[in-house]
């Protein structure tokens, strides 16, 4: 995992856990509760204990959890690569250049980082279908990451789980739609 992905969990683990939180994690986990370099990347291993054991504390099923973090998560994305969006970018545009813009500039910046492949079909002017994939299965951190776009850019979204790795299905769908649906409850979430 990332490094900035890394120091991000440790903010969200005190954010929730409260002063103290991330070393409580780290002790129990084993994982050393040095900095982490925002280049460098860590081990896939360290940052799913980290995650299990915020589920255990927080008693939180991981999707959710990772939802959670994903919406933490979006201040700190935008201040480090916000200046690689167009400012009249919508929710929708944002995840449609995702892929094109922000992972291949994290791939070219950093050799060794893996962030999951994801392709978005576009399937009306206010809706897109995300097709994620990753041997993290962390699709809960697309969703929230999702959800933290559209709360910053002031827009009501619906999120549906077409289908999903954890359910056994080969990759993860996800459709957003903009706007309020009839007969679903729209995120109007604003924390991040």
Aim: net charge negative; hydrophobic share 35%.
């Amino acid at each position: 995992m990332h490094g900035i992905m890394m120091n991000q969990l440790r903010l969200f683990s005190d954010a929730r856990l409260g002063k103290g939180g991330w070393e409580r994690v780290c002790g129990d986990t084993g994982v050393p509760t040095d900095s982490y370099a925002l280049s460098q990347n860590y081990p896939d291993e360290q940052t799913l204990a980290i995650v299990e054991c915020l589920c255990e504390l927080l008693e939180t099923p991981r999707p959710a959890l990772m939802e959670d973090f994903g919406k933490f998560l979006v201040p700190a994305l935008l201040r480090i690569y916000g200046g690689l969006l167009d400012p009249g970018w919508r929710t929708l545009d944002v995840l449609t250049h995702t892929e094109d813009v922000i992972h291949r500039v994290v791939r070219s910046r950093n050799p060794g980082a893996s962030p999951p492949r994801i392709e978005i079909q576009r399937t009306s002017p206010s809706a897109v279908r995300i097709l994620y994939s990753s041997p993290r299965k962390l699709c809960g951190l697309a969703r929230g990451i999702t959800r933290g776009i559209a709360a910053h850019l002031g827009e009501p979204i619906v999120i549906e789980d077409i289908s999903c790795m954890h359910r056994g299905d080969a990759q993860c769908i996800i459709a957003v739609s903009v706007g309020e649906q009839s007969g679903a409850t729209p995120d109007r979430s604003t924390d991040a």
